[in-house]
């Protein structure tokens, strides 16, 4: 099994602390390992993005121990988040090919430009989505941002495969999590009805608790 890297000095209380999620998605790219490091992706150096970064223990996993040659943008919307994520890599993986930038889902990134985008949205369903604090006093809230995606859960993630088709590149692949009440199948379906050049498939799944997760891989086929 392949260490989870460690994180310094990590604040719980203004990033997400991480969870069943956190370690589903490592457990993917670990059981994968063979196909990350096949020819696909030694063909270049792919570019990586990591949506939502947190305590960057993804990104850092992935650039550690599954595509230490790729080079690697960690965002987040909370500032702190980004810190910890250049932190967390730092502290136990090559600094070099990694930054981090807050910014809104892809806003910050070329079109076309991404290899492999990870995301573990705000998945739960809640009545709203948090803003994006003003004020200090309100930094309580970066954890609930980090949580709740709407009545269906899904009111991020659908803003991000409305533009997937333009982040990725020809071939680029993207890894979405959801719970079972975002109802993943058929926002598959649904997806590939709308992009058809897309293929959709669930690549891994566990129950965690109350919640059971899933993983599913998003391929741009052209």
């Known amino acids: 099994m392949l260490p989870t890297p ?11 602390e991480p969870a069943e999620d956190s370690f589903l998605i490592l457990d993917l790219f670990e ?3 063979s196909y990350f490091q096949s020819k696909r992706f030694s063909k270049k150096t792919p570019l990586v993005l990591e949506i939502g970064t947190g305590s960057g223990i993804i990104t850092t996993f992935i650039n550690k121990h599954i595509l230490p040659n790729a080079i690697y943008v960690a965002s987040d919307l909370n500032p702190y988040a980004c810190k910890t994520a250049l932190r967390t890599n730092k502290a136990n993986a090559s600094s070099i090919n990694v930054d981090s930038i807050r910014c809104d889902l892809t806003t910050a990134l070329l079109p076309n430009s991404v290899d492999l985008l990870v995301f573990n949205p705000p998945y739960v369903p809640a009545e ?9 006093e309100d930094e309580h809230t970066w954890v609930d941002i980090a949580l709740n995606g709407g009545p269906e859960g899904m009111d991020v993630t659908n803003q991000l495969l409305q533009s997937l088709s333009d982040t990725l590149s020809v071939d680029g692949e993207a890894y979405i999590l959801f719970c079972a009440r975002n109802n993943p199948d058929t926002v598959a379906q649904n997806f590939m009805s709308n992009y058809p050049n897309f293929k959709v498939e669930r690549v891994i799944h566990r129950k965690a608790g109350w919640e059971v997760l899933s993983i599913y891989r998003f391929l741009k086929l052209s």
């Open 31 to 33: 059981s994968q390992l």
């Open 6 to 16: 460690t994180i310094p000095s990590p604040d719980y209380e203004r990033i997400y």
């Open 128 to 136: 709203f989505v948090p803003q994006v604090p003003e004020t200090s």
